[in-house]
């Protein structure tokens, strides 16, 4: 596993709404569900979604674009689909810091590279 590292600051990161980061030259979110953090891929293995702009609500983040709900500890999703999953990454609260480990790869798309496009 790669090292943690210093993601967000954790009171910027409202419960319910993904934030979108951008960590090793990849386009990731993190998510409190409930007080609980996650750090996972921002975009939608599904049909490239901009998971930023979903909900996060009973332990999964909901895409905005067709509403599936992906599973934050897991990464699958409920629609019985099992060729798509949603990368998650280990994180943990540090002193009011989100870290998450998440390795240098080559970006898979251009919405990699660029949180902002999305
Ligand atoms: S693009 Fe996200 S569920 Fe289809």
């Given at each position: 596993m790669c090292d943690l590292v210093p993601v967000i600051a954790a009171d910027r990161v409202p419960v319910g709404k993904p934030v979108r980061v951008q960590v090793n030259d990849r386009c990731c979110i993190v998510c409190n569900d409930d007080g609980s953090f996650h750090v996972t891929?921002?975009?939608?293995?599904?049909?490239?979604?901009?998971?930023?702009e979903g909900e996060v609500r009973d332990g999964c983040v909901v895409c905005p674009v067709h509403y599936w709900p992906w599973d934050l500890?897991?990464?699958?999703?409920?629609?019985?689909?099992?060729d798509f999953r949603l990368r998650v990454y280990p994180c943990e609260l540090r002193d009011g810091t989100v870290y998450a480990a998440i390795p240098h790869e080559p970006?898979?798309?251009?919405?990699d590279l660029d949180c902002r496009q999305r």
């Open positions: 891929d921002g975009v939608c293995p599904h049909a490239g979604g901009p998971l930023g500890k897991t990464g699958l999703t409920d629609e019985n689909m099992p970006p898979r798309t251009n919405y």
